[in-house]
């Protein structure tokens, strides 16, 4: 695996690697798969990995802690850095390329340009978190420019960031990803149903024990809108358990169309998001359940 933190090598890297395809037993699958992450790797982030080995011919992931998405009050200082384990883990995976640029890099002196998704930005994580997405937007736009990628894998914990991601590709006309080629991989979860996170890091033993109780609360509110409950009242019982098991805040607990991220009064059939996001000591948990 080739660790690159500079442009230029990891454009004669990816070229490289895409010119040995045109050899005489050029590969049926796409040719370059991207995995953007933060780092603090864990096995969500892995099981994106696998599975954009299994998708394409040469795999590069980014490590890149993005400080555009962080807010002046929110934990960019804290966030783990552990690149020399991380670097490891991608190794055995047999990962082609690691491209894990420094921030001055990313964004050198007089850097200026942000992109914005208009509407879908707004809302949820991004109601609580000013910026967070247009930082999101930005560097994964500059991302898919630097490895130009035949197709990108994000987790569909973060619902919202995948919506976002996709909606930018469609209103782009980026081809590389093209928007159909931006795959959400289902959340991995520990064995007690908690979504695997970089920041459960965060949580004490005592909330670590309590925190599953958001997941089980999720899925017992969407199983109660299936079921024809009313989607206020569900979602109320779902806030009055997640404060009761120990959460200290619930920043919100919404049912939204899957794809537009629209509120949803009523459940009305179509593919539809219960998501959630809730504060248990330092960590600010976010999960997601489908409704179908
Ligand atoms: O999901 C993440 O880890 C980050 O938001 C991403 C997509 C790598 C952009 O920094």
Known sequence: MQILTALEPLRTALSALKSGDN???PSALPRLALVPTMGALHEGHLTLVREAKRLAAHVVVSIFVNPRQFGPNEDLATYPRQLAADAALLEAEGVDVLWAPDVEAVYPAGYATSVQVGGLDGVLCGAARPGHFDGVATIVAKLFNQVQPDLALFGEKDWQQLA??????????????HADAI????????ADGLA???????LTADERTAAPALNRAMRAAAAH????ASVEGALEALRVAVLAAGFRQV?????????????????????ARLLVAAHMGKARLIDNVAVE
Do not use: C, Q, W
């Open 251 to 271: 920043d919100y607990a919404d049912l939204r169309d899957s794809d537009t991220l629209e509120n949803m009064a009523a459940f009305n059939g179509r593919p």
């Open 164 to 177: 976002i991601i996709r909606r930018m590709a469609r209103d782009l006309d980026l081809t590389h990803p």
């Open 225 to 228: 809108i299936t079921s024809g």
């Open 196 to 202: 695997m996170s970089s920041r459960n890091k965060y």
């Open 23 to 25: 050899s005489s037993h």
């Open 183 to 190: 795959l959400g991989v289902p959340t991995v979860r520990e």
